[in-house]
């Protein structure tokens, strides 16, 4: 299954959250993307962190998913598939955050599915599969 890892969980990986970890580890790295998106919202994050132990922390952390997670490439396909859940949702009268957007138009575009923990709010994008890592599984 071809996966596209939303915020929350890139986030839950840097904290190295059990269920999070072990969804990874049973999953071909083949099949596992971060958006840039996702990337900028984490950078931003840790930018807004007064210089601190606990910064440096988590940017060591963001660098070491940064080198190990490949990259969901952003292709007119995941453009078109941003425009169609924008214009979608919006006539729907639920509006979603442009970058929400452009994570959930990665793994439409890849026909992936989108890790996470965020399926209240994700479920109502069409054509989007979801899943949630936090939650353990066998």
Request: glycine share 4%.
């Amino acid at each position: 299954m071809k996966c596209v890892l939303d915020t929350n969980v890139v986030s839950a990986l840097m904290k190295g959250l059990p269920s999070a970890v072990a969804h990874l580890a049973r999953t071909s790295p083949a099949d596992v993307s971060v958006p840039q998106p996702v990337l900028a919202e984490i950078a931003y994050g840790i930018e807004r962190l007064p210089r601190s132990a606990r910064r440096t922390r988590l940017q060591e952390r963001f660098d070491l998913m940064k080198a190990e997670l490949p990259r969901a490439e952003w292709s007119d396909a995941v453009s078109e598939a941003f425009g169609r859940i924008k214009a979608t949702l919006e006539k729907r009268g639920q509006r979603i955050e442009d970058f929400d957007a452009a994570i959930a138009a990665h793994a439409v575009a890849a026909g992936a599915t989108l890790i996470t923990a965020n399926t209240a709010h994700m479920v109502r994008v069409p054509g989007l599969r979801v899943d949630d890592w936090s939650v353990n599984r066998p």
